[in-house]
């Protein structure tokens, strides 16, 4: 698991749950990105475009996302795409746009060439 969030990284390590913290700092050492929640997307996106660059297939979920099967079962049944996600309608404008929107509370993007 790789947590942005410092105090959630903690706590899985307490509970025993290996987690990995990327430092806003470690990661984006010469920007200002760490001090602003509406760059959590540059952020996730970045590390996300990272992980697949390397051969990674990245998960993602929120932090509120509850998970009662392993979600790869699912993920695998879809073996010929790329990205798997459930529609979502925000951002309302770009939804009203395409007619379409993902929702990224628990989202797969596969390592493609």
Known sequence: ILSMDRRVHISLNKRGIFSILLDDDL?????????????????RCTVTRLLNHWGYDVIMMDLDAIIFKDPRLLFESFSGS?????RGTFPRDLYHKWGLALCMGVVMFRSTS
């Open 27 to 43: 990661i984006f050492p010469y920007t200002n990105l760490h001090s602003s929640f509406s760059h959590i997307w540059i952020k």
């Open 82 to 86: 790329d990205i798997i996600g459930s």
